[in-house]
């Protein structure tokens, strides 16, 4: 089993992804913070709530960086691209959660991957990479008739809209129908729109509250419709996913692994 590193541990995700360490006894050997940050030296499993687990919290740098075999990030694109800059240089495998990339930060990532193991995927869920798969097939039967809508629901302060789940989704379908999604996506509504153009997919973006995150899928025909929905309750269903993808990682060739590869979907 690979040592497994935590940057960003004062996150959301980041205590929670300590905490699920903690429950499936997995090798956590390091937590790490921006540099400067108050919390260095504080334990991380204090930190995340969990009770102490004797493991201080420390900056990140190229020695933190040496404490893991794998290393698993939920931050932000900027400073996302600054650890794997340091993964790189430390041949450090990476699990990478961030969402909200542009097209040169995914690049970058992607560059990365000739180097290093790298598992990215815009979310973790066991049960969404499973819709991924559903709605496929969903597309392949229905979607040359039905309408396609995809309507996402996440807390308040998430940044990116849509979310990278939601974009994932679309993708997914629009693969599937041979569309190119750049074309046919279409992002929100208002005025006199005219009627529904049939090869386009919508998105809808919902923001408030605490909600963790909900997607749901629409394919809505002349006389029925399907709707593929997932729900999800708690973070620790995305830092569970995460950990998978770390422990699949070990012994991995430097590659971009997706989370349909990590749970053998990829092939079904």
Do not use: Y
């Given at each position: 089993m690979p040592t497994i590193g935590i940057l960003g541990a004062n996150g959301?995700?980041?205590?929670?992804?300590?905490?699920?360490?903690?429950?499936?006894?997995?090798?956590?050997?390091?937590?790490?913070?921006?540099?400067?940050?108050?919390?260095?030296?504080?334990?991380?499993?204090?930190?995340?709530?969990?009770?102490?687990?004797?493991?201080?919290?420390?900056?990140?740098?190229?020695?933190?960086?040496?404490?893991?075999?794998?290393?698993?990030?939920?931050?932000?694109?900027?400073?996302?691209?600054?650890?794997?800059?340091?993964?790189?240089?430390?041949?450090?495998?990476?699990v990478i959660g961030v969402t909200g990339l542009t097209d040169t930060q995914y690049a970058q990532l992607q560059q990365a991957s000739k180097s290093i193991a790298i598992v990215w995927a815009p979310?973790?869920?066991?049960?969404?990479?499973?819709?991924?798969?559903?709605?496929?097939?969903?597309?392949?039967?229905?979607?040359?008739?039905?309408?396609?809508?995809?309507?996402?629901?996440?807390?308040?302060?998430k940044k990116d809209a849509p979310s990278g789940t939601a974009l994932a989704i679309g993708n997914s379908i629009a693969k599937s129908l041979n569309r190119d999604l750049a074309e046919v996506a279409v992002y929100g509504r208002e005025g006199d729109t005219g009627e529904r153009e049939q090869q386009t997919i919508g998105f809808s973006t919902i923001r408030g509250g605490d909600i963790i995150g909900d997607h749901t899928v629409l394919f809505a025909d002349l006389g029925e419709r399907l709707e593929i929905t997932h729900k999800a309750s708690s973070r620790e269903t995305f830092a569970q996913g995460a950990m998978r993808a770390a422990v699949w990682l070990k012994n991995k060739q430097p590659g971009l692994y997706s989370m349909q590869q990590v749970l053998g979907l990829a092939d079904l």
């Open positions: 959301r995700m980041g205590r929670a992804l300590i905490n699920v360490a903690k429950q499936q006894q997995l090798k956590l050997s390091a937590a790490t913070v921006r540099q400067g940050s108050s919390l260095v030296g504080i334990d991380a499993g204090e930190l995340a709530g969990c009770g102490n687990i004797a493991l201080p919290v420390t900056e990140v740098n190229a020695s933190s960086m040496n404490q893991a075999d794998v290393w698993v990030d939920f931050t932000l694109p900027e400073p996302m691209l600054a650890h794997l800059q340091l993964a790189v240089a430390q041949n450090k495998a990476m979310n973790m869920s066991v049960g969404v990479n499973l819709l991924l798969h559903l709605v496929q097939t969903a597309a392949k039967v229905m979607g040359n008739t039905a309408d396609i809508e995809i309507i996402e629901s996440h807390h308040r302060f």
